[in-house]
């Protein structure tokens, strides 16, 4: 091979991959707003995800293209992870679209009929159509259409080229030798990796492993290593893409990742035992441009067939590469407005505050709802989730603290002082919420992976107290965030129940314990988990203190819980708590347990 034949396949691969991205660019312009919207509304099933996908990416002629689109949706929150995992799988497969339009490169014919349909015919009348309606076009669709055409007549003509100039090198023994290393499936991927990482392009990738096989020196065997590397290779433009994405938006983009990767894998694991085993002599015959195109098809489509009834697996790897912070996701939006721009004005910055230390009231208590939940529906990403919150939690301790000291120390306003003092005295308990939280969840996780169980009795107290912490939090979180002086007032009353509570199912624990009832570990963990509610409740205390003190009422703490329980309201209310859950608790015959 001379350098002027190596001058003309590099000129033939240049059309060919400029003739591949004019055309998809073109395809783009023309259906790339409808896909967005058909994307967004329509992959509501993982089959309609799979089908959108596979439709969206034949159409516009590029997997990177699509993945894009659906890591950019899932950015904006429009999309789930787990849609986008189906709708990337479905790109996967209309990929492979490209490989059957370049089998056209191939049409030939010496007379009649068959020169009509020929490639060398019609390519020149695409070309001709194509450059009327790109130069002469009025409307914006018949250009983009006309770009359509000329571009997918460079691009067949770069085939073409390449096809030509690569023929005499099935003669060269150094040539034959180099593909024969393909064979070997670990050379095979890298090179296929390779390739498609420097073109960008793994449809690129694929049409020229067919302009090789026109040597005739290329077997399937060879092909399925190397298409299953340029796939792989193809997942760099979207990891690139992902830069600057939130946590989500990266989720979604190695989600393209992991299926290129789990794809090695099946085939690899189908594939290869069952050659050594039976032999599969068919895939050592000679491959060809329709061939190619045909296995592309067929080994995406049985995995991703395989994959789809696996998707939710596939979105935990996925989340267990990208752990989830809910720190770095759109929470973190609200801090980035805490800084000292927004000091410039005082009113706008206690206003701000306040919205702050509400938005972590929120996060701390629905965080503790969740955490109960585990012991009944545990689910390792839930548990996963909770934690980033709790470190959301810390960073709002951080930044709003900061914040509102800043404020304090500047000139505010005598009526937003006491809203700024509210805000910073409750900063504390509501990150201490969080590590009680998350001291739960690691209960929740124990509990789980050590198969452990309560009697059921333990558990039917710990539902009568989980519906006592959940009644004081609501309660806390509300008074604290309007104000409201007589929802306040109850939440001590009703701390002092829980403290009963937890205290006396320690004593019937112990019982059961003795009895053979309950065993040893998992009263370790009950213990624990009484322990933190009795914390919870203590932190419930403190935030409804912070709101008696918003509404006008000067008290501590201290002097707080040693004077209420002299009031006549304290007293109806306790009455009230005791019935609803410590008799509640009680009811329960003590021989049930014996």
Request: overall charge neutral; aromatic content about 4%; some cysteine.
């Given at each position: 091979m001379t350098v002027f034949d190596v001058l003309t396949m590099l000129c033939g691969l240049a059309f060919f991959l400029f003739g591949m991205s004019f055309m998809?660019?073109?395809?783009?312009?023309?259906?790339?707003?409808?896909?967005?919207?058909?994307?967004?509304?329509?992959?509501?099933?993982?089959?309609?995800?799979?089908?959108l996908g596979t439709f969206a990416t034949a159409v516009i002629q590029s997997s990177s293209a699509t993945t894009v689109m659906v890591v950019s949706f899932v950015n904006a929150g429009m999309m789930k992870v787990s849609q986008a995992i189906t709708v990337i799988m479905g790109a996967e497969i209309g990929t492979t679209m490209t490989g059957w339009l370049l089998t056209l490169a191939n049409i030939s014919g010496e007379s009649g009929l068959s020169r009509l349909f020929s490639t060398s015919t019609f390519l020149p009348v695409v070309a001709v159509i194509g450059i009327a309606l790109r130069m002469f076009g009025r409307k914006k669709t018949a250009r983009h259409t006309g770009g359509i055409l000329l571009g997918f007549s460079v691009l067949m003509y770069g085939m073409m080229i390449m096809s030509q100039t690569v023929t005499p090198l099935k003669e060269d023994p150094n040539f034959v030798g180099i593909l024969t290393l393909f064979s070997n499936p670990i050379l095979g991927i890298l090179a296929g990796t390779l390739l498609t990482v420097v073109i960008q392009s793994c449809s690129a990738g694929v049409?020229?492993?067919?302009?090789?096989?026109?040597?005739?020196?290329?077997?399937?065997?060879?092909?399925?290593?190397?298409i299953l590397g340029m796939n792989l290779g193809a997942s760099t433009p979207i990891l690139i893409a992902m830069m600057g994405s939130n946590k989500n938006g990266k989720?979604?983009?190695?989600?393209?990742?992991?299926?290129?990767?789990?794809?090695?894998?099946i085939v690899a694991v189908l594939y290869y035992p069952l050659r050594a085993l039976l032999g599969l002599s068919v895939f050592d015959a000679v491959a060809n441009t329709v061939g190619i195109a045909t296995l592309n098809t067929v080994m995406r489509v049985l995995v991703?067939?395989?994959?789809?009834?696996?998707?939710k697996g596939v979105e935990k790897i996925v989340y267990s590469i990208v752990k989830y912070r809910a720190d770095e996701d759109a929470d973190e939006e609200d801090l980035k407005k805490l800084n000292d721009r927004a000091l410039r004005s005082p009113q706008a910055a206690v206003a701000l505050s306040e919205s702050a230390v509400y938005k972590m009231a929120d996060i701390a208590e629905g965080s503790i709802y969740q955490a109960f939940d585990l012991f009944r529906n545990y689910d390792k990403n839930g548990s996963q989730i909770l934690v980033g919150k709790e470190n959301l939690l810390d960073k709002y301790e951080g930044k709003?603290?900061?914040f509102v000291l800043k404020i304090l120390h500047g000139e505010v306003h005598p009526d937003q002082q006491p809203v700024a003092e509210k805000v910073l005295n409750a900063i504390g308990e509501f990150e201490r919420l969080g590590d009680h939280m998350l001291n739960i969840v690691e209960l929740a996780d124990e509990v789980y992976e050590k198969k452990l169980e309560f009697s059921p009795?333990?558990?039917?107290?710990?539902?009568?107290?989980e519906s006592a912490i959940r009644d004081v939090l609501g309660m806390a979180v509300e008074s604290f965030k309007t104000n409201n002086r007589e929802l306040a007032l109850r939440v001590e009353p009703l701390e002092e129940v829980i403290d009963m509570m937890c205290d006396e199912m320690k004593?019937?624990?112990?019982?059961?314990?003795?009895?053979?009832?309950c065993n040893v570990i998992s009263g370790f963990v009950f213990n624990d988990l009484l322990t933190n509610c009795e914390r919870i409740s203590d932190h419930c205390s403190n935030i409804a203190i912070c709101a008696l003190r918003a509404s006008g009422i000067n008290t501590l703490p201290h002097e707080y819980a040693e004077n209420a329980n002299q009031t006549e309201s304290y007293a109806e209310a306790f009455k009230e708590y005791s019935d609803k859950y410590l008799m509640n608790l009680r009811n329960e015959n003590l021989s049930g347990q014996n």
């Open positions: 998809g660019e073109e395809l783009k312009n023309v259906a790339g707003n409808k896909m967005e919207s058909i994307l967004w509304r329509l992959s509501s099933t993982p089959i309609k995800g799979l089908l049409g020229i492993l067919q302009a090789l096989s026109v040597t005739g020196v290329l077997s399937y065997a060879e092909c399925i290593p190397l989720r979604a983009a190695i989600a393209y990742l992991v299926c290129n990767i789990l794809g090695i894998i991703m067939m395989i994959l789809l009834p696996a998707h709003l603290g900061e009795e333990a558990d039917r107290e710990l539902g009568v107290l004593v019937r624990h112990v019982t059961r314990l003795q009895n053979g009832i």
